[in-house]
């Protein structure tokens, strides 16, 4: 007998998320000094933390002592300033993971569906099958989002449609007309999640969809992070943006303490530090630059990519994930997302992306 009968099976069927290996962990398995490994698997700012939000941590850390403000204020003023909302249109998570957690509480359930793209962020499948939704995942072109054909996957048991923009791990980018159009055809009585991690780092024409939210759209949820563009992955801040009735449902499922003091006055030290994102957007254009040139060179297929991350068709994504790590060089295979031919490499500083940019020269070099 085992408490394990006990399990919940909608979790007992998962497999859990794997995320980009640890530097400390490859360093050790492959017997390399920390300082030489590089990671560029998880989509993160190599240019380290906005300098703004360093300094605004520097002045709460006499205040560890004390729990946060858990309906953080401050924060909400800001970005309700910021983004032309009430305060009551925004809800805060430890990372928008997190509040993709929200959605599934409040939204999802065994007799109720949800519909995402297929290659999109795999955690929307995991959500579903928490909390026991089938989740419809439409077939894509060329990996890139159809979103007509997500809206007429909509059937009457559908609460839920993500629409990762730009997506991982492919890096594609749905434009505003099909935005709109999408839009027009999906019911009101649909929770559109517009997931954006990346927007602000976008390097393509990011659609507005925070003006459905602005114009009084019941049903849409957008998402945004400061794991990237901000480069505050290890604190773990993100928000999100919906008409008030919808924020307050996904609030009922918030724990009171779910983001640290330090997160909020990192955060809205960040959001004015325009310098720092767009010297991050300069650099991402330039690395996407030279892998693109890169895999020209070495006959490489590989997709356009809107924001820090690139996939790359190698043949074999896990032998060459394997021999990159032997060199020192983190990147994702891409098998979990059914694309095992391919990996999906990072943009890192200038330095880690010649590096890598040396090391596939020199697997690929014909
Ligand atoms: C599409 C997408 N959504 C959500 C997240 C979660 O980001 P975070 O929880 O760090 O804000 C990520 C992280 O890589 C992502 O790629």
Redesign the pocket.
């Known amino acids: 007998m085992s408490v394990l009968k006990w399990m919940n099976p909608n979790v007992d069927q998962i497999r859990p998320y794997e995320p980009g290996r640890p530097i400390e962990e490859v360093a050790r398995e492959q017997g390399l000094d920390p300082d030489t490994v590089c990671k560029l698997a ?2 993160e700012n190599p240019l380290g933390v906005s300098r703004r939000a360093r300094l605004a941590m520097r002045h709460v850390i006499e205040d560890m002592n004390r729990y946060p403000d858990g309906n953080a204020f401050y924060l909400r003023q800001k970005l309700a300033e910021h983004h032309d909302l009430a305060p009551n249109q925004l809800i805060f998570g430890a ?4 509040l ?1 957690e929200f959605v599934g509480h409040a939204f999802l359930g065994p007799e109720r569906t949800a519909v995402c793209a297929a290659y999109a ?1 795999i ?1 929307y499948r995991l959500v579903a099958q928490m909390f026991g939704s089938k989740i419809t995942e439409v077939k894509s072109r060329r990996r890139v989002h159809r979103l007509g054909a997500m809206a007429k996957a909509i059937r009457p048991d559908t609460s839920v449609v993500f629409v ?1 923009n730009p997506n ?1 791990p492919t890096g594609s980018l749905v434009r505003q007309a099909e935005v709109n159009r999408f839009m027009d055809h999906v019911p009101d009585d649909v929770l559109v999640v517009f ?1 954006e ?1 990346y927007a602000e780092l976008c390097l393509g024409r990011m659609p507005d969809t925070i003006r459905f939210v602005r114009e009084g759209r019941p049903n849409v949820l957008v ?1 945004r ?1 400061f ?1 990237k563009a901000y480069g505050l ?1 290890g604190l ?1 801040i ?1 928000y999100g943006l919906a008409a008030a009735p919808v924020i307050a449902a996904l609030e009922k499922t918030r724990q009171p303490f779910n983001t640290t003091s330090m997160a909020q006055a990192a955060a809205i030290a960040a959001i004015d530090d325009r310098l720092f994102v767009a010297r991050s957007r300069r650099l991402f254009r330039l690395a996407r630059g030279l892998f693109e040139r890169v895999c020209y060179d070495l006959n490489l297929d590989y997709q356009r990519t809107y924001a820090n991350f690139m996939l790359i068709n190698v043949g074999d994504g896990a032998k060459v994930t394997a021999k990159l790590a032997k060199e020192g060089i983190i990147v994702r295979p891409m098998a979990g997302y059914g694309l095992p031919q391919f990996i999906r490499i990072s943009f890192g500083t200038m330095p880690e992306n010649e590096r890598l940019a040396a090391a596939l020269t020199k697997l690929f070099k014909k």
Not at 95 to 98: A, F, K
């Open positions: 998880s989509n990372g928008s993971n997190e993709l962020f955690v990762c991982n997931d991690p998402l992070s794991s992955a773990r993100g």
